[in-house]
Nanobody, 124 residues
Framework: VQLQASGGGAVQAGGSLRLSCEAS????????MGWFRQAPGKEREFVAG????????YYADSVKGRYTISRDNAKNTLYLQMNSLKAEDTAVFYC??????????????????WGQGTQVTVSS
């Protein structure tokens, strides 16, 4: 599967952005999907995940209540709506396909494929 992320940009603190990730080359609806981010000098962080149907989601505590992950299987597209952005949200964001084991989203998620990143810059 190929993943193409878009929608990043520069925004002021308190603003919003919506990231998109278009999948091709395979059956999108068969994949659990996720968004990660990597800030300068920091490790890549798992911020949100969504089940194949969209009925189950996961959010890191750092983004809970501000980010919403969703998917449109008919359009082969994953989304991340980001509201109330903070300077600390500045990062390169990556979409991915995931395997989630019995240990759950936070402790047992493995990335299968990465998309290329899209830069999000939040100015305070």
């Amino acid at each position: 599967v190929q993943l193409q992320a878009s929608g990043g940009g520069a925004v002021q603190a308190g603003g919003s952005l919506r990231l998109s990730c278009e999948a091709s080359g395979s059956t999108f609806s068969s994949y659990i999907m996720g968004w990660f981010r990597q800030a300068p000098g920091k490790e890549r962080e798992f911020v949100a995940g969504i089940s194949r149907s969209g009925g189950s989601t996961y959010y890191a505590d750092s983004v809970k209540g501000r980010y919403t992950i969703s998917r449109d299987n008919a359009k082969n597209t994953l989304y991340l709506q980001m509201n109330s952005l903070k300077a600390e949200d500045t990062a390169v964001f990556y979409c991915s396909t995931l395997y989630v084991g019995g240990g759950g989203w936070q402790h047992d998620s493995t990335v299968l494929y990465w998309g290329q990143g899209t830069q999000v810059t939040v100015s305070s």
